[in-house]
């Protein structure tokens, strides 16, 4: 299976590119063909520009300046992504790629205001998330980020796709124990993806 494997952690040396590391070699370790993205590697430009808002619904011009991360895209039969939490969402990086690359004729169809989903060629999603925050801060202010992955991601891939959604909360308190424990566990997970 050819998997979408995306990153958005500015840092070498962070434990978020442990992180994206190790589900890049445990889902190869696992026999998938692995498309690692690293936005900030890769030098994702994430700003939405007038340009860009101007030509949104107008195929084929609104891929022109991200054709290469929509061929990327369609070419996906998974997607996986590893990103810090940010404020409770995603750091701008990963935010900027959704709205520049999940475009109409990418992501969904519109046609006389009917929203039609056009991923469902991606069979499976997984989330390695990692937060500041305690799971009883993120749960009280909503938490975000998964309800993207659990509810909005979902409903645009194939329909009953298996979503996995794995997060280390309290990064602010975690141990040398903590983090090898996730590890373990995501380790675990993607080469069983």
């Given amino acids: ?17 442990a992180l994206y590391k190790l589900t890049c070699e445990s889902l190869e370790k696992a026999g998938h063909e692995v498309d690692g993205c690293n936005l900030y590697e890769e030098g994702f430009d994430p700003v939405l520009s007038a340009h860009d808002r101007r030509v949104y619904h107008d195929i084929p011009d609104n ?31 990963l935010k900027g790629y959704f709205d520049r690359v999940w475009l109409p004729g990418v992501s969904f169809d519109l046609v006389d205001g009917q929203l039609t989903p056009t991923l469902r060629h991606i069979r499976k ?3 390695v998330m990692t ?7 993120a749960f009280l202010a909503g938490n ?39 590890m373990a566990k995501v380790r675990r997970e993607m080469e069983n993806f």
């Avoid at 050819?2 to 040396?13: G, K």
């Avoid at 409903?155 to 309290?170: E, F, N, R, S, T």
């Fill in 63 to 93: 891929l022109s300046l991200v054709q290469p991360y929509v061929d990327r895209l369609k070419q996906a039969e998974a997607l996986v992504i590893v990103t810090p939490v940010w404020n409770f969402g995603f750091p701008a990086m």
């Fill in 1 to 17: 299976m050819r998997v979408l494997v995306l990153h958005s952690h500015p840092l070498d040396e962070s434990f978020g590119r």
């Fill in 144 to 182: 975000p980020p998964k309800k993207i992955v659990k509810r909005v991601i979902r409903a645009q891939i194939k329909i009953g796709a298996p979503v996995k959604y794995l997060a280390h909360y309290d990064m602010n308190n975690c141990t040398e124990e903590t983090r090898a424990a996730f």
């Fill in 125 to 127: 999603l997984a989330a």
């Fill in 131 to 137: 937060y500041g925050a305690t799971p009883m801060r």
